[in-house]
């Protein structure tokens, strides 16, 4: 009987070795796989931060761009503005001088039809 209890300590103590081998043997496994998919996805989240950095990047210079190309149609539309400020006050000379020479010809034919 002791002989069996003896056997039995033993076999025990040899499993409970054997488990906490498989134990460990697992747990550095699992640490292992575990680091492994850490540097993954820390990998993968560089990844995607350079990704949107550069398309920030190209974001700002696109807006940049349009921003220089607006500011230049503005500036075109503001000389053109003025160009027709001048061209308008060119007509509005022409105008008034027809209108000033009408009327002289209008005053020289009264004049003429009174002598």
């Known amino acids: 009987n002791q002989f069996n209890n003896a056997e ?7 499993a409970n070795d054997s488990i ?5 043997a697992a747990k ?17 989240h560089d990844e995607q931060i350079e ?6 990047g190209w974001l700002r210079n696109q807006k940049e761009t ?7 149609l503005e500036d075109n539309l503001s000389e053109k503005d003025e160009k027709v400020e001048e061209l ?3 007509v509005s000379a022409q105008q008034t001088h027809k209108s000033f020479d009408r009327l002289f010809l209008v005053a ?8």
């Open 66 to 72: 349009a921003e220089a190309s607006v500011q230049k």
């Open 51 to 56: 990704s949107l950095e550069y398309e920030l």
């Open 20 to 24: 906490a081998s498989h134990v460990k």
């Open 108 to 115: 020289k034919v009264l004049c003429m039809q009174s002598t």
């Open 8 to 14: 039995i300590q033993k076999n025990r103590s040899e």
């Open 28 to 44: 550095e496994e699992a640490d292992g796989v575990l680091e492994d998919a850490l540097n993954e996805l820390s990998l993968e």
């Open 88 to 90: 308008l006050g060119e």
